[in-house]
């Protein structure tokens, strides 16, 4: 008998998951890499070659502004599939997800704002620590197995994705440079010609891409940060559906999807985090740990996020307006609570954009998301070693 697309979607969201946590895993190594290679003799090395110019970027900015421009089309991608056709398609899904991403976003810019009062160069982070690394998250789950259930897994995807969104948000309203009205609007017209595109049926994807190509030197030259290009042009590419075949194999968004993703995964965001992970500890001292930027910053993704994920989860459930993921037990949900304080990809993008003129304060901000980061994946990962699921109940 043919399976359904019930049945499918399962096997097809196990796929994404893997993919995701593999990905983590290499994204760790690289990090690793980066702190290894910035305190070695290859040092000089290293940020030399960051700062040579190829064409009118240097090496650093093609990395952030063109490479990531990438994985923030797959971003958008991810974000439209799950919110038309995904795990976030109804009301009911995106609840809890929704208020453990809003508690996990907000709570961790309150602890930064309050520990840099006063000091108007640094509040402009307040958002870095709001963000949660999906990849690196889910790569810590898969190290776990099968001691975390899937429906956790799930939970952590879908609250990453609305994280995702309201990080692009942020990025849109609050970090973007002085504005060239002709530059943005030439980027306006050309959206319009895409979504004009999507309207009509066009397909193919060869000419979504160029347009996408043209909309990102528009968008670059306009003073919005040029990455958001990539989430734009995702909202325009085609995801088609049919009755009783959702998520259509062969749609044009579904196809860029899987192309893009092992790329994404494997290359550009292991890239970033060699490029951005590097920062030489000599000289480092415990008062430079303790200054308001990384403490901010690493207090707000450790103790910030979990107590708004794990809190709101728990004030939604107890209330009845959802349900607690299945099979899961309270103190693994405030294990995967405390991963969701794996902030880096994002928040270090999102520190870069707060302090580009300050290579200090960028310095700083490399320090607090890697200590809140590994703080929160060597503690969650132990609260889950040690939570036990629930048992299921024999059949009779």
Not at 24 to 43: D, Q, R, T
Not at 276 to 283: I, P
Not at 360 to 368: F, H, M, S
Request: net charge neutral; glycine share 10%.
């Amino acid at each position: 008998m043919m399976a359904s697309s019930t049945d499918r979607r399962p096997s097809a969201l196990r796929a994404f998951l893997a993919g995701e946590a593999a990905g983590g895993i290499v994204l760790m190594a690289a990090a690793a890499a980066a702190m290894i290679v910035a305190n070695s003799p290859l040092a000089p090395t290293y940020f030399a070659a960051l700062k040579a110019y190829i064409g009118p970027l240097n090496v650093l900015h093609w990395i952030n502004d063109a490479l990531m421009a990438v994985f923030f089309l797959l971003v958008g991608l991810e974000i439209k599939r799950e919110f038309l056709d995904g795990q976030l398609s109804t009301w009911p899904r995106r609840i809890l997800p929704g208020i453990a991403a809003a508690g996990g976003m907000i709570a961790p810019a309150i602890i930064y704002v309050a520990i840099n009062a006063g000091q108007a160069e640094t509040l402009r982070g307040w958002a870095i620590p709001t963000a949660t690394d999906i990849a690196f998250a889910l790569g810590v789950l898969a190290l776990l197995g099968k001691r975390v259930p899937v429906s956790l897994k799930i939970f952590l995807t879908a609250l990453a994705i609305i994280d995702d969104l309201g990080a692009v948000a942020i990025i849109a309203a609050f970090y973007t440079a002085d504005l060239s009205l002709a530059w943005l609007g030439g980027a306006v017209a050309v959206l319009a010609v895409l979504t004009i595109l999507n309207r009509r049926g066009e397909e193919r994807l060869p000419i979504y891409l160029a347009l996408g190509a043209v909309l990102w030197v528009f968008v670059l030259k306009s003073g919005v940060h040029a990455t958001l290009a990539g989430v734009a042009l995702a909202l325009t590419v085609p995801l088609r559906t049919s009755p009783g075949r959702p998520d259509d194999p062969h749609s044009p968004l579904h196809t860029l999807e899987h192309a893009l993703h092992p790329w994404v995964a494997f290359m550009i965001v292991p890239i970033f985090g060699f490029a951005n992970a590097g920062v030489s500890l000599a000289g480092m001292s415990i008062s430079a740990l303790l200054a308001p930027v990384p403490l901010g910053i690493a207090a707000g993704l450790f103790v910030g996020k979990q107590i708004g994920v794990f809190l709101t989860t728990f004030i939604a459930v107890k209330l009845g307006w959802t349900d607690c993921p299945e099979d899961a037990t309270w103190p693994q949900v405030y294990g995967v609570s405390l991963l969701c304080g794996i902030g880096f990809t994002m928040s270090l993008f999102i520190g870069l954009l707060a302090f580009p003129n300050s290579a200090t304060l960028q310095d700083e901000v490399k320090i607090g998301v890697l200590a809140g980061s590994l703080l929160s994946a060597f503690v969650g990962t132990l609260v889950l070693l040690i939570a036990k699921r629930e048992a299921r109940p024999t059949p009779s």
